[in-house]
Structure formats: structure tokens, C-alpha cells
């Protein structure tokens, strides 16, 4: 890989980029989801959870966070009756985690609305073009630079 320029315009800096495009696009994403009375760690996880029940712990590898912090976000989304844990009855030290019917209601409002949203966002690529941008944004490592944040 070249190295990066020391100076140069801020869009030469590729880790800028995403970071600035990062937050305007996080932006749009949660105003999308304002009509949803989600947050964007709720709403992904109830789209993890909407293809079908899965332990606790595989949940947090899923969506890349501590399980303590998924713990936070199973307590709103259990409090407001779209997700349930209950005990794994093979392993009662294990939880499995479920969307409920209400979450799932929520999951149809939190698709409309990213759907919306990606139109906007995306409006000038073509599929090849998102196909492309999802396969190299899977290849940003992202995880340890995650962990660090969270044990600061």
C-alpha cells in the first residue's frame, strides 16, 4: 500500500474521508430512524435479531460490542417489549435472545426508513458501484480501533 501524503488536500486522507462522509451519513441515518423511536445500535440489533433467535454472546460478536454494552441496549429494547431473553435450557448459564412480535413491527418501520434514507444517500451509484463500496468498507478494520475506544 503507498504511504499516505503528509499534506495535501483533506480528502487525500482516506481515513478523514470516511470519518467526515462517516458522521453526515450517521446523521441521515438517525434522523431516518427518529420516526422509529430507534437508535442506530437498537435497529441494528433488531435486524440481527430478526433473522432469528441467537445466544447473548454470539449477538455481541454480531454487532461488534462489549457484552456489557449489549446488555444497555437488550434492556431498552426488552423494555419496550421488542426483544426477550430467556435461558438457554440446554445451558441455563447461556441466554437466548429473540425479536417479539412488536419487534418485528418495529424492524418493517426500520427498514422503510433506511430504505428511504440509502435512495437518498446512493442516489448516484449504480449497483455495481454499492456492490463494490460494501466489499471494500468490509475490508476496513475497524475492530481493534473498537476495543481501544472501549477500554479507554
Known sequence: M???QVNGAPTDRLGFLLAWRGEATSARIRGALAVTGLHPRQAMTLMHLGTGPVSQRE?????EVDPSQLVAILNELEGDGLAERRRDPSDRRRHIVEITEAGAKALQGVHSALNEAERELFAAFSERDLASLRAMLERVEVASVQRECTEA
Not at 59 to 63: E, I, N, S
Request: charge should be negative; avoid cysteine; aromatic fraction near 0%.
Open 2 to 4: 503507498a504511504a499516505a
Open 59 to 63: 449477538l455481541a460478536d454480531m454487532l
